[in-house]
């Protein structure tokens, strides 16, 4: 079963070897440090087995959650660890607030756009060179965070994760548990 918890401190070494493993430029133990003090963002962690096997992150601009990071150790991919992360983080700026949701994506990572349009990310447009090798990022927004839209997709995704993972009572109930958990313990960042 994967566990989403809050990223904490003691979670960063593991977070860093992940990044290692996954991007070619990853951010220091001193970024990450700086990105749960911040209360302008929020991370999460996900843990199978009790290890860290991804991440993902959001940072409240006004009334926008933008997701400015997703990984998963590459050993654990198709799993639904992205999936799930993202539902948690989605989740959760929708119950401090947030409006709509935006990010970047590499304009090669197809399989990734999907995962995104699943959630309701639609492309918006498209930022040249935005990456270090110089390659495009498609911009996608959700704009429509609170609505009934949203609810229904949002669910619709929980519930086929759940099955997937062979849980489907489980998905619903955890994705509302940890925004309300996670809203409590930090306070809205809106």
Not at 33 to 43: L, M
Not at 49 to 78: E, K, N, Q, W, Y
Not at 159 to 188: F, N, T
């Amino acid at each position: 079963m994967i566990d989403i918890a809050p990223l904490r401190s003691a979670d960063i070494a593991d977070v860093v070897a992940i990044d290692e493993s996954c991007y070619s430029e990853p951010w220091s133990t001193k970024v990450w440090a700086a990105e749960v003090a911040a209360s302008s963002r929020y991370h999460v962690v996900a843990r199978l087995d009790g290890a860290v096997v991804g991440h993902a992150g959001i940072l409240f601009v006004r009334d926008v959650a933008h997701v400015i990071t997703v990984a998963v150790h590459p050993d654990r991919h198709g799993r639904g660890i992205a999936t799930t992360m993202l539902l948690a983080v989605v989740n959760y700026a929708r119950s401090v607030g947030a409006r709509a949701s935006a990010l970047e994506v590499r304009a090669s990572a197809y399989r990734t756009q999907r995962l995104y349009g699943r959630l309701g990310f639609v492309p918006a447009g498209i930022r040249r060179s935005y990456y270090d090798d110089a390659e495009d990022a498609v911009v996608m927004r959700l704009n429509d965070l609170n609505s009934a839209q949203a609810d229904a997709r949002l669910l619709r995704v929980a519930d086929e994760l759940a099955v997937k993972q062979g849980s489907p009572l489980q998905a619903s109930a955890c994705l509302s548990r940890v925004a309300d958990e996670l809203a409590v313990k930090q306070g809205s960042p809106l």
